[in-house]
């Protein structure tokens, strides 16, 4: 079975435009979870999709958004993008609903973000 | 308090020796545990996930759980240097829809 994929896997952007990272969900998992990991502060929740439904959303401006289809593909968006942006985005995928809490998480290769 | 911390490291362990990393978490509705190991310049790898108290045995890797204390651990025994690496610990609670990482323990095994 395939994994959780991520495109672009790198990506060089100036400051003050736009980004969409692109994330498909292994097959059959429904949830996708966006991350963004720094050196200084580790792996940071972004936002979680369900069925299209953005279930819980991090600490994050509001610069920061995304979208579920209804295939569970998923992308996110940073807009006027900051120097601070620069980061490993991850997605991860998960089968459940996440009401049980069981939500084991796997997690595509990241795309990796560098303002300047 | 950080919702979910863990030693920075790096602990250093010789091969073949077992490594305890550890973990303590601060909601005590944290219902699941999970532990993942990023390899430098990847993304992170889930090798355990822990939901009851006690011990879960999977290969050379333990994880034990200890939800009065808020504390959760993972034993790797007969270390290799191919377990060299930062794992991170997450915890997620029933319908919060939102894992918490830790910053992550780094790693190394010594041949």
């Known amino acids: 079975k395939a994994g959780v994929t991520q495109t672009p896997r790198y990506l060089i952007k100036t400051r003050g435009q736009q980004v969409t990272l692109s994330c498909s969900p292994i097959?059959?998992?429904?949830?996708v979870s966006w991350y963004q990991q720094t050196p200084g502060q580790g792996l940071q929740f972004l936002f979680e999709?369900?069925?299209?439904?953005q279930r819980n959303k991090g600490n994050f401006p509001g610069r920061f958004s995304g979208r579920q289809f209804s295939n569970s593909r998923s992308e996110m968006n940073v807009s006027t993008l900051e120097l601070g942006d620069s980061a490993l985005y991850l997605c991860?995928?998960?089968w459940g609903t996440g009401t049980s809490g069981k939500n084991e998480q796997y997690f595509g290769p990241g795309t990796r973000l560098t303002v300047t | 308090q950080k919702e979910v911390e863990q030693n920075s490291g790096p602990l250093s362990v010789p091969e073949g020796a077992i490594a305890s990393l550890n973990c303590t978490y601060s909601?005590?509705?944290?219902?699941?545990f999970f532990w993942y190991r990023q390899y430098s310049g990847k993304s992170p790898e889930l090798i355990m996930s822990?939901?009851?108290?006690g011990d879960k045995e999977d290969g050379r890797f333990t994880a034990q759980l200890n939800k009065a204390s808020q504390y959760v651990s993972l034993l790797i025994r007969d270390s290799q240097p191919s377990d060299s690496a930062t794992y991170l610990c997450?915890?997620?609670?029933?319908?919060?829809?939102?894992?918490?990482f830790g910053a992550g323990t780094r790693l190394f095994v010594k041949a």
């Open positions: 991860a995928s998960s």
């Open positions: 909601d005590r509705v944290s219902q699941s």
């Open positions: 822990i939901y009851s108290n």
């Open positions: 997450a915890v997620n609670r029933i319908g919060g829809f939102k894992t918490i």
């Open positions: 097959s059959g998992h429904r949830s």
């Open positions: 999709y369900f069925s299209e439904t």
